[in-house]
């Protein structure tokens, strides 16, 4: 991609505005109290005071409206905690500029290593030195610093105490994100009606679980709605997949696969109407129409096989969802196919429940999240990971310091004033990667237009006391925190006649606020996108190392799977579940990689767009055939396997081999691993899932192997053309 594409969609990116949910009580709540740590500094009669505690509530109520699993108050506290430290800090230092362009730069650095723990952190940094560079400007002492940082921290406390005593729609963010949970999937099993070998995104899954890890208190106040539906959308999906496969599920035409497509319609409702059911806090209702697909039928199409196995266990998965969903009318749970078989039919259907129940009940429930002291010393590791010259959070350290002690200078030589708003621009752009840094730098300047004209005009109009101008940047605030989550430069013109209000409080004159907002703030914004372009940390060329990532857990989640096939006695399910979780964890890395290089103004170095792409949906097939076979694993009482022993035998040093190849640009060969697959094949007569899984995971690899050989200009030509991009 060529620079100038490349800022085109920069800039159209940061300034698009999305059509979102709004949440106006949250919004009012968090309003309500930057409105009274303001008020009650006014009535005391101290607007600097007014404006220092303003930007502790304001910050830390943004904090609050982050995606974070963590207790609200929680965040509130900490992010209040951090911006006393930061502005008492800054005080000390604020006499001498050499001493507070130091400090600045290592309070920056810090900040900027935070986004190693996670973006919630990145951003609580990013607020401590915006209020370091604001808070200073207010003229005082050491013991009126003092006052200001403790100011600051009394508006998070107040932030933290309005979440406990008005709390709105509690538990919400634990349900959005199961309820997304079991919507994905019941789009997937749609999707799957029309294309057997429909791609499935991991990331709602990825979420609900992140949202189900709870502290030991938080499980004992745990809705029970919460508890089990989770464990068992997880045992859903290669169910589904299992089902709709054409290879070892329904044949691809004829009466069965009318039949799957019909159970997999019922399951997707079924699955919407237990999401809705969570979402809304309300009993599960279904339509009739479902129901009778999943009882038996007296004439028709029926399953056999493998199909007809997965069938059952669908069914039994369902029921079960509906009856850990809506515990208060199980009654009205219907009589199913699985229920109502015979003999064997009875047994195997008994047995799925019971384990699908088990297993969900135990996921959902078991997942603590340790307290905040004990997150401390994995904070530091993730840190001590990320510090190193090769590390893009690392660099983007480096260079949001070096930026911020610059445009610090250049906005104290400047002959504006306030020259912090320079620095405090760049700071609240810059983000780890090339694309947002540079959206949110356009949309930066576009809201701070927006928003300083309008607010400059109410005060030339209106020149407003500081009662009103207190009332006008709450209102600003309200409007903020509603619509945050429509677009950076929606927020940037709502902060910057916030801005414009609340130093009106201290009597500052409105037309120098406007000139210098737009002046400096158009400075800080090309220094950050300056700083990119001149230190950047592309992720383009190390697209090849999270390739060999996700391939190396693929690799060991299809192993901890085939060895389960030749060994059902030894088969160890926490071996299989963590080596799953890694793989999607390690497909999201590769994914989020993918997403940033393709809008990176940078040539790729060995591994073209079309062959990425290609790549990706080859190691995409080839976890969706493990999750299949994982769905068929046999009894631990059943027989060894000699031909899956030999193939997971095999298939350990072939993936080595390639991991080492995809990270060399080597090229990949799995001719040993197809002529033991063809040896095993010839001996069960193509007969049993694992044999045909087999064979799909060759194919799989050989997609690999084919999307990373050749010329990647051309290789990239015929992707583009024929292969889709991985989901």
Known sequence: MTWSRALKDAARSGLTIERTKLTPLIAVRGTAGVALVIGLCLWRGNPALAVSSAFGAFSSGIVTFQRSMRPRPVLALAVAGALAVSTFLGYLAAAHVAAFVVLLAGWTLLAGMAWAIGPVSGLAGTQTVAIMLVTVTLPTSVLGALEHAALIFFGGLVQATLIVIFPVRPWGTQRDALADALAAEADYARRLRHDPVAPFDPAPLMDARLAATVTARQARRRPVQLHGPRGLAERVRPVLASLADPVVGAPLEGPERDRARDLLAAAATVLDAVAHAVRHARPVRLPPEAMATLEVPATGPMLNGPARRSAYRLISLLADAVELTDEPVQATRPTTEAERGRGGRDQGSRGGREQGSRGGRDQGSHLLRPSVPRLVPAALRSLHREARWSSHIFRHALRVAVVAAVGYLLGTALPF?????????????????????????????????????????????????????????????????????????????????????????????????????????????????????????????????????????????????????????????????????????????????????????????????????????????????????????????????????????????????????????????????????????????SEGVAPRAAGLLLDALDELAEALSGDPEAREEGAQGTIPRPQ
């Open 417 to 685: 004033g306030h020259g912090y708003w320079a620095p405090l621009a760049s700071v609240m752009v810059m983000r780890p990667d090339f694309a947002q840094t540079y959206s949110r730098g356009v949309a930066r300047f576009c809201g701070t237009l927006v928003g300083v004209a309008v607010a400059g005009t109410v005060m030339a109009l209106v020149h407003p006391g500081a009662y009103v101008s207190a009332a006008l940047a709450v209102v600003c605030v309200w409007l903020m925190y509603l619509l945050m989550r429509t677009g950076f430069s929606v927020t940037s013109a709502c902060v910057s006649a916030y801005v414009v209000f609340l130093l009106g409080i201290a009597g500052a004159g409105w037309e120098q606020t406007v000139q210098e907002r737009v002046v400096l703030t158009l400075v800080g914004g090309l220094l950050a996108m300056l700083s990119y372009a001149l230190f950047p940390a592309w992720e383009t060329p190390r697209l090849r190392d999270r390739l060999a990532d996700w391939l190396d857990a693929n690799g060991r989640y299809a192993l901890a799977v085939w060895e389960a096939c030749a060994r059902p006695a030894a088969r160890r399910p926490r071996q299989v579940r963590e080596a799953l979780l890694d793989a999607r964890a390690a497909r999201a890395a590769w994914e989020k990689s993918e997403d940033r290089a393709e809008k990176e103004p940078v040539r790729h170095r060995g591994l073209s767009p079309g062959a990425a792409k290609a790549a990706g949906t080859a190691l995409a097939t080839m976890g969706r055939v493990t999750m299949i076979l994982e769905a068929h694993l046999p009894a631990k009482d059943s027989e060894p396997s000699a031909g899956a022993a030999a193939f997971a035998a095999e298939l350990r040093p072939g993936l080595e081999r390639a991991t080492k190849a995809v990270r060399e640009r080597g090229p990949l060969n799995w001719s040993a691993l197809r002529t033991v697959w063809e040896r095993w094949d010839a001996e069960t007569g």
